[in-house]
């Protein structure tokens, strides 16, 4: 199974400053046949269900604002969120979609400093 | 409008069995394939099962491989886990979740979720 860690486990971050999450596959999720990484990020604010942000690791899902960026490749990959809003007060999941099972990393919490 | 609506949770005994449904609408189900993912009470995400459009893919996370089965009914767009020799261990929120197209890809879109809770 491919483990996925994320780092840090939580972190706070002034309004309008930068937020950058890190996630780190056991193996590399690229999928070589069509140049993908098949690595996608959650967002699941309190209460609520997830939430698609990233696909293909940096496709930006409908509607999902531009702040939110999603970068690397292989085995190393970063979220970033460019101007932190109020609204983003969430936790962040990395997940795997390259083989079965498709693990989830353990999460991200963000909060306002 | 995407819905998933979950159905079946409760409370049940270890070593009992459940059924969970999730009722599909606002796209044509048979085209995605669909996912269950599970939430302990403040814990993280992990992912349950998943089968694909056709149910010729399916897949199941270790922990629950041979005691977990995930079907798919396309004619009444409903999505099923039937979950034997339940442990306390798989108390959780059981979300329905849709996949963004094939089996191999993202999710979607998730479902409010439905608590099931594995106590004596």
């Known amino acids: 199974d491919i483990v996925m860690t994320q780092s840090p486990d939580s972190l706070a971050v002034s309004l309008g400053e930068r937020a950058t999450i890190n996630c780190k596959s056991s193996?590399?999720?690229?999928?070589?046949?069509?140049?993908?990484?098949?690595l996608a990020w959650y967002q699941q604010r309190p209460g609520q269900p997830p939430n698609l942000l990233i696909y293909?690791?940096?496709t930006r899902e409908s509607g999902v604002p531009d702040r939110f960026s999603g970068s690397g490749s292989g085995t190393d990959f970063t979220l970033t969120i460019s101007s932190l809003q109020a609204e983003d007060v969430a936790v962040y999941y990395c997940?795997?979609?390259?083989?079965?099972?498709?693990?989830f990393g353990p999460g991200t919490k963000v909060d306002i400093k | 409008e995407v819905q998933l609506v979950e159905s079946g949770g409760g409370l049940v005994q270890p070593g009992r069995s459940l059924r969970l449904s999730c009722a599909a609408s606002?796209?044509?189900?048979?085209?995605?394939?669909m996912h269950w993912v599970r939430q302990a009470p403040g814990k993280g995400l992990e992912w349950v099962s998943g089968?694909?459009?056709?149910?010729?893919?399916?897949g199941y996370a270790d922990s629950v491989k041979g005691r977990f089965t995930i079907s798919r009914d396309n004619a009444r767009n409903s999505l099923y886990l039937q979950m034997n020799s339940l442990r306390a261990e798989d108390t959780a929120f059981y979300f329905c979740?849709?996949?963004?197209?094939?089996?191999?890809?993202?999710?979607?879109?998730w479902g409010q979720g439905t608590l099931v809770t594995v106590s004596s």
């Open positions: 979740a849709k996949g963004q197209h094939d089996y191999g890809d993202s999710i979607s879109y």
């Open positions: 606002g796209f044509t189900f048979d085209d995605y394939a």
């Open positions: 089968i694909s459009w056709n149910s010729n893919s399916i």
């Open positions: 193996q590399s999720v690229l999928y070589s046949s069509n140049n993908k990484n098949y």
């Open positions: 293909w690791a940096s």
């Open positions: 997940q795997q979609y390259y083989s079965t099972p498709f693990t």
